[in-house]
């Protein structure tokens, strides 16, 4: 029986990892979208810093990371376990908010012009490079930025994996959100920190280069040229495949939560590949795509005119105040 008893155990341990496995994995797909944001948002934040604090930089946004995601991870396990009923509408919010994010990244060209930007940009360059300027006070306030954002970011992450698993036992609830949120912080600052210094790889490499002679010389040259080339495209296409899954990732959360538009999107599918059998796989693996793209787009594009709304309502309020 003792025997019979520990293989039992050991089969409920088995099926639990393969549980949290599996959760795991499904909870990391669906916050994909944040991630790519946090990838593009959390290097940004780093732009302009001195190349030999850059590491010490993002290696203390990442601890700021551990500590939201030991205050998230504890209040959504709560939420789970005494308010199950606000699982659904947190990851509406939450899907909201994504879509909110990604109109608002494609509006910023109408929002902030291209002069404030550059002059953005430019003072923090200049900032970095002036000796009269306390670079510390200039780190400290970078950092609090970056886990600022790190902590909204975070408590989507957070938020969309609950609602992966939502139904599975508390033990698993806790495996999970505890794996997600370890594996997405070492893995998302471990990115950042790659990409900040893949341009001193470049300029190491070119300087290896000339040390070297012929064919290797050629290559360490062509190598480096090459990784100087990237590192500043790497940026924008993580930005902007960040945003796409962004409204895909909303949009798919607003669409399975609301019944009218999950029955719609299905009942479209279905006429869709009736009347095109022979592409029947390609539309149903495209068109519930584009269903949720369209209403990333719609849901983020609502939320903002709400927002500007409320904003243009609170300062007319406080002009008519002054």
Known sequence: MAAASLLALIDDIATL????????????KKTAGVLGDDLALNA????????????PVVWAVAKGSLVNKAILVPAALAISAFMPWAVTPLLMIGGAYLCFEGVEKLAHR???????????AAELMQ??????????????????????????????????????????????????????????TVGVYGLVAGIVK?????LWLVRQARAAQGAASHALQGAGDAILWLAPGMMKALSVLGTLAMFLVGGSILNHGLPLAHHGVDALVQSAALAWPAGHLLVQALLPLAADLVSGLLAGSLVLAGVSLVKRLFARAGSRAA
């Open 44 to 55: 940004q934040q780093v732009a302009g810093v001195q190349a030999e604090r850059e590491l």
């Open 17 to 28: 990892l393969d549980d949290v496995a599996l959760l795991t994995k499904v909870a990391a």
């Open 127 to 184: 900032a970095a490079g002036d000796a009269s300027v306390d670079l510390v006070a200039l780190e400290r306030d970078k950092i609090r930025g970056a886990v600022r954002t790190d902590f909204i970011l975070s408590a989507e992450i957070i938020v969309i994996s609950l609602g992966a698993v939502a139904g599975a036992a508390f033990s698993t609830q806790v495996m999970v959100l505890g794996a997600v949120a370890l594996v997405m």
């Open 198 to 202: 893949l341009d001193d790889l470049g």
């Open 110 to 120: 109408w929002l902030h012009s291209a002069d404030e930007d550059a002059a953005h």
